[in-house]
């Protein structure tokens, strides 16, 4: 009787452990070495969908006065979808993104940006820095769909659940004249 508490703290040091591990890396969005300001500041989207957690941390870069879509951000290529460290999903729940079946865990967010067609990347490898692309750890590859466009160009890259009512969500990546989505299910 006396070893079950044991292990119970001893799952529970682990746990926050790896909890504080893990959100340090994403809080830290400066490059390594870097003494200057940070220009994108560490940011997260979270809901809720049937009482677990979905959430998106990731460095908010802004535009200071530059081309974004097709520009900083060129089309037809994997983009990090955010700035510096990798942006990292987190799901508690079992979710179906656009039509596929995505498990409970955690993933890195890429994008194939495009003028007309939008690619979400769920990829299995975490904690790397956001321009180390292994897309043989690619989960999945998912059309996006084309939002409201914001009536003004949009000065920070922003992440989003937007529509969330019961099981159902949307993920929104807004930023200058652009605003993609993928719809959103908890299946569990």
């Known amino acids: 009787m006396q070893r079950k508490p044991l292990i119970h703290r001893s799952l529970l040091f682990t746990l926050i452990a790896v909890l504080f591990a893990f959100t340090q890396v994403h809080a830290q969005c400066k490059p390594p070495g870097n003494q200057h300001p940070v220009l994108s ?49 987190h799901t508690d729940a079992n979710l179906l993104i656009g039509k596929t079946a995505v498990p409970a865990g955690t993933y890195t967010i890429y994008s194939v940006p495009s003028r007309t067609r939008w690619t979400l990347i769920i990829n299995k490898q975490v904690g790397q820095w956001g321009t180390v692309y292994n897309q043989s750890q690619d989960f999945a590859r998912i059309p996006m769909f084309e939002g409201v466009i914001p009536s003004a160009p949009a000065q920070k890259f922003r992440i989003s659940f937007q529509h969330t009512r019961g099981n159902k969500t949307e993920l929104h990546f807004t930023w200058e004249n652009t605003n993609v989505y993928v719809p959103i299910t908890a299946t569990n």
């Open 41 to 89: 500041p560490a940011a997260q989207a979270t809901t809720s969908l049937t009482g677990k957690t979905l959430t998106v941390y990731y460095c908010a870069p802004s535009m200071r006065g530059r081309k974004i879509m097709g520009g900083l951000v060129p089309y037809g290529k994997v983009w990090r979808t955010g700035a510096n460290t990798s942006t990292t999903f």
